[in-house]
């Protein structure tokens, strides 16, 4: 009798076990474990979602992504004003900008670098882009999302999922490109389509970003 009691209670002890182990390895399979659509702070990865987040720009008028992102989509783009990957970039990255925002894309762009003034920021975004640059000073929203490099796209859907992350394109000199995954992952999404390549390297200079001590 004693023996059969023991028996059960061991396999009641090692079914609880299973069944935890179990619902953990779901939750981390399913996003909730790494963060994915929890908010901003743990917000990282294609299949995230970006929680509204409210920033500056270089002329101190705050801004949230709700009154910014666009009907059927947004692409954050980080930027710099002296990284000569973005120079090469500027033209195409204000030609997108245009294009789509009539299709409801909006952009925004993000400038994270600590070495970068306020008054540089506004006095390139005014030549360069008709798009909102926000500055994130303190790199809370680079931190969040992961971004480390400037050019580096986020192109959120209307629910603000991280639907692409990456390059704008494969070469930094326009007569070269072979390759748009930006307009591709946007046209995808425009025509209700699942985007096809997701993730790309995104290549140029690092994120200038505030020391933490």
């Known amino acids: ?21 179990l619902a953990a390895s779901s939750l981390s399979f399913n996003g909730a474990g790494n963060g994915a659509g929890a908010g901003p702070a743990t917000a990282r990865g294609v299949g995230a979602t970006v929680a509204d987040f409210t920033l500056s720009d270089a002329g101190g008028q705050q801004h949230a992504l709700s009154a910014l992102k666009g009907a059927k989509g947004t692409v954050l783009v980080f930027l710099s004003i002296q990284c000569p990957v973005v120079k090469a970039y500027d033209e195409r990255i204000e030609q997108l900008a245009k294009a789509y925002k009539a299709k409801g894309i909006n952009f925004i762009g993000l400038n994270a ?75 995808a999404v425009l025509a209700g389509k699942p985007v096809a390549v997701t993730e790309t390297a995104s290549v140029g200079c690092t994120i200038k970003k505030k020391k933490s001590y």
């Open 1 to 21: 009798m004693r023996k059969h009691l023991a028996l059960a209670l061991a396999l009641a002890v090692v079914s609880l076990f299973v069944t935890g182990a």
């Open 113 to 187: 670098n600590s070495t970068e003034t306020a008054d540089e920021i506004k006095s390139h975004a005014s030549t360069h882009y008709t798009f909102p640059v926000l500055i994130d000073r303190d790199n809370k929203i680079a931190d969040q999302l992961g971004a480390e490099r400037t050019p580096e796209i986020f192109f959120l859907d209307a629910s603000n999922k991280i639907v692409y992350h990456g390059r704008i394109d494969n070469n930094r000199d326009k007569a070269m490109v072979s390759k748009s995954e930006l307009s591709d992952a946007i046209e």
